[in-house]
């Protein structure tokens, strides 16, 4: 990364709002607070408040960006009942949609906002049913060939992955989509349900979750078959979720018992717990984003249900520094 320094020299700006996005080593007078500041970089990841879901839900789908973020489906309590609501995040606050065509929850979600894809889940009873969204609307597509719930899933509407769940029994099945259809893969090493997962179609990414006990178990998919990863999470849970790709993985939330706020980073080969955890405990919630910029939403403790929505900086993120001198 270039430095500030070797850009622009060594003059001290005076400026009136600190810069958007500050280079490394850029140093400024703000004269507004009169005060000298700084480009630096983030040295530990952490997680940031936001603002609330207007639905408050648990085992919900997500999609997209940390400041452009797609929430749908889940389980509202009160009322006890599975929702087709779809909400928008920009980054400050979530805006309401036109609702999903089958009301479920536990359902696995792909894509960006403006182009994602939810699939799979419980109604009255296990669902393949397949929804594409196109950043108005959502329009029924070709259900998945295993009708599952607690799935993961991964990529983009037109070369989504859904792996795992639970059919009943518990299955490792894993489906590509390529915008029109699903078409059965090679199955996970270790069958499970409520896993996290996330990375593309070609190079996916399956952690955590329950066998016939929780498991902290890692596979890797590279468009063919899975491989596993002798060294798995670092705290074993299930109904936990993931942001990230393969070889640049963020896992959070979940219940190990009881609810977790435990975060992980993923570097291709194994996870390294972060100082920075969830403010709020929770399982059964959403994952979206980066391993440097992620956003969790929703979920349960098992006593509460939230709409709380909080945003992950990752280390090494730009930041800015107010420089004191004693």
Do not use: H
């Not at 359902?107 to 419980?122: D, H, K, V, W």
């Not at 996916?204 to 006990?213: D, H, N, S």
Request: contains cysteine; negative net charge.
């Amino acid at each position: 990364m270039a430095e500030y320094i070797n850009i622009k020299g060594q003059n001290i700006e005076v400026v009136a709002s600190d810069p958007a996005n500050p280079t490394l080593g850029q140093i400024w007078y703000n004269s507004t607070s009169n005060t000298l500041k700084g480009g630096g970089v983030t040295t530990a990841g952490s997680w940031a408040t936001g603002n609330n879901m207007n639905t408050v839900k648990q085992e919900l789908g997500g999609a997209g960006t940390q400041t452009a973020g797609l929430a749908f489906g889940g389980y509202t309590i009160p009322p006890a009942t599975n929702t087709t609501a779809t909400e928008e995040y920009d980054g400050n606050s979530w805006t309401n949609s036109n609702s999903m065509n089958t009301a479920r929850r536990a359902l696995g979600g792909a894509g960006i906002q403006t182009a994602a894809l939810g699939f799979g889940g419980y109604t009255t009873a296990v669902t393949g049913a397949t929804e594409e969204y196109d950043g108005n609307s959502w329009t029924s597509g070709n259900s998945l060939n295993t009708a599952r719930r607690q799935l993961a899933g991964a990529g983009l509407q037109t070369a989504a992955l859904a792996f795992g769940g639970n059919v009943p029994p518990f299955t490792g099945a894993t489906e590509e989509y390529d915008g029109n259809s699903w078409t059965s893969g090679n199955n996970l090493n270790t069958a499970r349900t409520v896993l996290g997962g996330c990375g593309t179609q070609t190079a996916g990414l399956a952690f955590g979750g329950e066998t016939t006990v929780r498991t902290g178990a890692t596979e890797e998919y590279d468009g063919i078959s899975w491989a596993s990863n002798p060294t798995g999470l670092n705290t074993v849970r299930s109904y936990l979720t993931g942001a990230g790709i393969q070889t640049a993985a963020l896992a959070f939330g979940g219940e190990t018992p009881p609810a977790t706020t435990a975060t992980e980073e993923y570097d291709g080969s194994t996870w390294t717990t972060s100082p920075g955890s969830l403010n709020t405990a929770r399982y059964q919630l959403s994952g979206i984003g980066t391993q440097t910029s992620a956003l969790a939403f929703g979920g349960s403790n098992g006593a509460t249900t939230f709409g709380a929505t909080e945003e992950w900086t990752g280390a090494g993120s730009p930041t800015t520094k107010t420089i004191t001198v004693s």
